[in-house]
Nanobody, 123 residues
């Protein structure tokens, strides 16, 4: 079992930055691939970013590429999503999730989920 807790969300103006973190506890965190997803009101949960268990491979949705950066600190059991140049369309609840494999952009590949943290970007 892996427990995930997100933090760091909040309200920011367009063009600003936020960093959301995900703290993990439970089974060996370093063996899991980690992903960030987001869900806006009335919309389906969508893929944002993914990092492999080693941290060597990262993937991003086209909508955030060049603006967001994912990183993983296995020593601290933490995965971080640094979000820069934020836009109003980035407003959503952001979730971190843990996976052992499968299609990295599919929520179905992730076994464990956090409770989410709200990110609101004002125009």
């Amino acid at each position: 079992q892996v427990q995930l807790v997100e933090s760091g969300g909040g309200l920011v103006q367009a063009g600003g930055s936020l960093r959301v973190s995900c703290a993990a506890s439970g089974r060996i965190f370093s063996s899991y691939n980690m992903g960030w997803f987001r869900q806006a009101p009335g919309k389906e949960r969508e893929f944002v970013s993914h990092i492999s268990w080693s941290g060597r491979s990262t993937y991003y949705a086209d909508s955030v590429k060049g603006r967001f950066t994912i990183s993983k600190d296995n020593a601290k059991n933490t995965v971080i999503l640094q979000m820069n140049s934020l836009k109003p369309e980035d407003t959503a609840v952001y979730y971190c999730a843990a996976s052992n494999g499968g299609i990295y952009a599919s929520p179905r590949s992730y076994y464990y989920w956090g409770q989410g943290t709200q990110v609101t970007v004002s125009s």
